[in-house]
């Protein structure tokens, strides 16, 4: 752990690199703060989830104002998105809450959650170029029925939900111009259902399961330049670049916790 002070900076260079680099994907940089706040910041378990959600809140809105000036709002898909992870995110952070407060049990999640999605992130260049009916790989209906159970696994885990709906759709053919901004705001709706249900939930449960408010107000206003950053510069970066940075860094954090969970 760092000392007073220390943290906060800490958290704001981190969280504003990874934004950086994630955004331009549609991934907030939540699903890689995690294991940095539990290790460096020494945020506890389960406090961790909704300071993560809590990041998101604070750090989405940089790169959703950016987006919006350049005239990508993801549409329909936007609300599509919300609609399934909003329902999802509040049901799992009940669920973190309740049934899955041990440590050992926490770290097999998370390497279940990220190792699938990093090894997406990576693979997905071939899948992005078949453009054929880029819109109608996954119906509408599908769609939200994969929100809601995305939302489900993004409340447990701290991350909204969009940073893994981002690399299917993506993978599946959508443009990340479309993609991004859609994801992004899915991640902020989510999250502020999950930062309000967490906090509603610590006044009837003990232990630390309210947000770090501190931890998360740093990691979001750093995450808030990163993100506008990042938004600022996605034309000018290869999409396949940016996935296959994000995802290898992804599994390496999975396979840390599986390791973590299985010792």
């Given at each position: 752990?760092?000392?007073?002070?220390?943290?906060?900076?800490?958290?704001?260079?981190?969280?504003?690199?990874?934004?950086?680099?994630?955004?331009?994907?549609?991934?907030?940089?939540?699903?890689?703060?995690?294991?940095?706040?539990?290790?460096?910041?020494?945020?506890?378990?389960?406090?961790?989830?909704?300071?993560?959600?809590?990041?998101?809140?604070?750090?989405?809105?940089?790169?959703?104002?950016?987006?919006?000036?350049?005239?990508?709002?993801?549409?329909?898909?936007?609300?599509?998105?919300?609609?399934?992870?909003?329902?999802?995110?509040?049901?799992?952070?009940?669920?973190?809450?309740?049934?899955?407060?041990?440590?050992?049990?926490?770290?097999?999640?998370?390497?279940?959650?990220?190792?699938?999605?990093?090894?997406?992130?990576?693979?997905?260049?071939?899948?992005?170029?078949?453009?054929?009916?880029?819109?109608?790989?996954?119906?509408?209906?599908?769609?939200?029925?994969?929100?809601?159970?995305?939302?489900?696994?993004?409340?447990?885990?701290?991350?909204?939900?969009?940073?893994?709906?981002?690399?299917?759709?993506?993978?599946?053919?959508?443009?990340?111009?479309?993609v991004a901004p859609a994801a992004l705001?899915?991640?902020?709706?989510?999250?502020?259902?999950?930062?309000?249900?967490?906090?509603?939930?610590?006044?009837?449960?003990?232990?630390?399961?309210?947000?770090?408010?501190?931890?998360?107000?740093?990691?979001?206003?750093?995450?808030?330049?990163?993100?506008?950053?990042?938004?600022?510069?996605?034309?000018?970066?290869?999409?396949?670049?940016?996935?296959?940075?994000?995802?290898?860094?992804?599994?390496?954090?999975?396979?840390?916790?599986?390791?973590?969970?299985?010792?």
């Amino acid at each position: 752990m760092l000392g007073p002070g220390w943290t906060e900076a800490a958290a704001l260079v981190a969280a504003f690199s990874i934004a950086v680099a994630a955004t331009p994907a549609g991934i907030s940089g939540a699903v890689l703060l995690l294991p940095f706040q539990v290790s460096v910041l020494g945020t506890p378990s389960p406090a961790v989830t909704p300071t993560n959600l809590l990041y998101n809140v604070v750090a989405t809105p940089g790169a959703l104002y950016r987006y919006w000036r350049q005239g990508q709002t993801g549409g329909r898909l936007a609300f599509v998105l919300i609609s399934g992870t909003l329902p999802g995110v509040i049901a799992g952070s009940v669920i973190r809450v309740e049934l899955l407060p041990g440590p050992r049990v926490f770290d097999l999640l998370v390497s279940v959650v990220l190792l699938p999605l990093g090894i997406w992130l990576v693979a997905t260049r071939a899948a992005s170029r078949r453009r054929a009916r880029p819109l109608r790989l996954i119906p509408a209906p599908a769609l939200v029925a994969l929100a809601l159970l995305v939302g489900c696994v993004g409340g447990i885990y701290g991350i909204g939900g969009g940073s893994i709906l981002s690399p299917i759709l993506i993978g599946s053919g959508r443009p990340a111009a479309e993609v991004a901004p859609a994801a992004l705001a899915s991640t902020f709706a989510t999250s502020v259902a999950g930062v309000v249900t967490f906090t509603i939930l610590s006044t009837h449960q003990r232990g630390a399961i309210a947000p770090a408010w501190a931890t998360g107000v740093a990691l979001g206003i750093g995450g808030l330049a990163g993100s506008y950053t990042g938004a600022r510069i996605q034309a000018r970066l290869p999409e396949e670049l940016i996935r296959r940075i994000v995802g290898v860094l992804v599994i390496a954090i999975g396979a840390r916790y599986l390791w973590s969970g299985l010792s």
